[in-house]
């Protein structure tokens, strides 16, 4: 995976419900600061925020990167 650039932010919309889903999926949303559906958060791109995404693919989906 390539560095980030400095500053650089992702957002991140939630599309899935945490309804259902194992209690680490929805400790995972609650610390990307999503918690309802359809919110969005933008955050600093680091590598522990892509892990994060990627541990949740299925519930969110990337808004925008710059």
Same mark, same amino acid.
């Given at each position: 995976?390539? %560095?980030?650039?400095?500053?650089?932010?992702?957002?991140? %919309?939630?599309?899935?419900?945490?309804?259902?889903?194992?209690?680490?999926?929805?400790?995972?949303?609650?610390?990307?600061?999503?918690?309802?559906?359809?919110?969005?958060?933008?955050?600093?791109?680091?590598?522990?925020?892509?892990?994060?995404?990627?541990?949740?693919?299925?519930?969110?989906?990337?808004?925008? %990167?710059?």
């Amino acid at each position: 995976m390539a %560095e980030s650039k400095k500053g650089a932010t992702i957002t991140v %919309e939630q599309i899935g419900s945490p309804i259902r889903r194992p209690a680490e999926q929805r400790q995972t949303l609650i610390g990307l600061g999503l918690n309802k559906m359809h919110r969005r958060r933008t955050l600093e791109d680091t590598p522990a925020v892509r892990g994060m995404i990627r541990k949740v693919h299925h519930l969110v989906r990337i808004v925008d %990167e710059s």
